[in-house]
């Protein structure tokens, strides 16, 4: 009754088999030291097989294995991340009107800094020319007039980048409303 009830356990047990370095196959019951760095096959006690372990990685397999690990986990990230944003995305704009609310809200700030370096700009013209034959009141005004042109094309970019923004905004908007749409039609 003992060797009945100890006869799964027996049947359970493999014989790992492998080659050496040498080319000779070495058998045991138990992990074979000659064999931590190869495939190793496993039998059952019947000699049938039943499965293959693969060798362990080299240390540049192991490399290769933690940059792929490393590109799925920032793929990852950055689709969370995504998610993330468009969540709040459409938390933050209930209609397309509200991204031309925002838009226009923005932009008016920085229309006005362009419409006040113009008019700063003309008079810094308008005093260029009045300082006729004076080099040093003509410098002052040239110099000035650069520095008023420098900001008024940082204001004009900054209303660029500012459109361009929102109007990335819209597209996603329009595409993740899209997609909310063609979901509850469908259900």
């Not at 000659?34 to 240390?59: H, K, L, M, Q, S």
Request: proline letters at 3%; a positive charge.
């Amino acid at each position: 009754m003992v060797l009945w009830l100890l006869y799964p356990m027996a049947a359970h047990a493999g014989i790992i088999a492998c080659k050496d370095a040498a080319g000779r196959t070495l058998t045991s019951d138990r992990p074979i030291p000659e064999c931590a760095d190869r495939t190793v096959r496993e039998y059952g006690r019947n000699g049938v097989f039943r499965r293959e372990i693969a060798a362990p990685p080299t240390a540049e397999q192991q490399r290769v294995l933690d940059q792929q690990r490393r590109q799925r986990q920032a793929e990852e990230d950055a689709r969370r991340e995504r998610q993330r944003a468009d969540h709040a995305l459409m938390s933050r704009y209930r209609s397309e009107d509200d991204i031309e609310v925002a838009r226009q809200r923005e932009s008016a700030s920085l229309g006005n800094l362009v419409v006040q370096h113009k008019g700063a700009l003309l008079v810094a013209r308008q005093e260029w020319e009045a300082a006729d034959g004076d080099a040093a009141a003509q410098e002052r005004a040239a110099v000035r007039m650069r520095a008023i042109g420098r900001s008024l094309q940082d204001a004009e970019d900054d209303l660029v980048r500012l459109n361009g923004k929102y109007d990335s905004i819209l597209q996603r908007y329009r595409e993740l409303a899209g997609r909310q749409l063609s979901v509850q039609s469908a259900k």
